[in-house]
């Protein structure tokens, strides 16, 4: 199984500031890697996938990259509503796997 | 737009069952991969299980390999899991998404196995 470790745990901003999410898969999964933002009460809602590519709706303050082993979600300037929590998920090789989660908390 | 709407959770005793259903719309149902995955009171988010727009192929997380089983009705435009041997650390709250990757997911189910 592909464990992916995130971080850090917690991240501490302000409003209009700069964060910068990592993730790292104890093996290569290509680019077969995504992101997803969680709410409290809300299910998971999908950000990147296949490392960079934004999803249907997703503001360009997104963005990711990496590939293999090493990925990271960049939100260029942080708005109210992006404080979550978020997780990345690989899909290289069953099963599929998720990080333990980046808590995005405002300072 | 596309919707997904679980529904068939609830208290259920250790070694009992249940059997989960989602109901697809918005989207043309038979073409999609769909999941189910899961998430225990404030832990991170566990895959469960897969399976293929026809039904043909079908992964499980090896945590529930053996009791549960997925399938679905692609005339219905459902997802369903059925549950056996459930045990306390099954409880959780089961989302189905469509996938791949999960791009759409329902509001959610919840599980509580417990005596």
């Known amino acids: 199984e592909i464990v992916l470790t995130q971080s850090p745990a917690t991240l501490s901003l302000s409003p209009g500031e700069r964060a910068t999410l990592s993730c790292r898969a104890s093996?290569?999964?290509?680019?077969?890697l995504a992101w997803y933002q969680q709410k409290p009460g809300q299910a998971p809602r999908l950000l990147i996938y296949?490392?960079?590519n934004r999803a249907t709706g997703i503001p360009a303050r997104f963005s990711g990259s990496g590939s293999g082993t090493d990925f990271t979600l960049t939100i260029s300037s942080l708005e109210p509503e992006d404080f979550a929590v978020y997780y990345c998920q690989q899909r290289s090789n069953w099963p599929s796997t998720f990080g333990q989660g980046t808590r995005l908390e405002i300072k | 737009q596309v919707q997904l709407v679980e529904s068939g959770g609830g208290l259920v005793k250790p070694g009992g069952s249940l059997r989960l259903s989602c109901a697809a719309s918005g989207f043309t149902f038979s073409d999609y991969y769909m999941s189910w995955i899961r998430q225990a009171p404030g832990k991170g988010l566990e895959w469960v299980s897969y399976i293929s727009s026809s039904g043909s192929t079908i992964y499980y997380a090896d945590s529930v390999k053996g009791r549960f089983t997925i399938s679905r009705d692609n005339a219905k435009n459902s997802l369903y899991l059925q549950m056996n041997s459930l045990r306390a650390e099954d409880t959780a709250v089961y989302y189905c998404?469509?996938?791949?990757?999960?791009?759409?997911w329902g509001q959610g189910t919840l599980v509580t196995v417990s005596s």
């Open positions: 998404a469509r996938d791949s990757p999960p791009d759409y």
């Open positions: 093996q290569s999964v290509s680019s077969y």
């Open positions: 296949d490392a960079s």
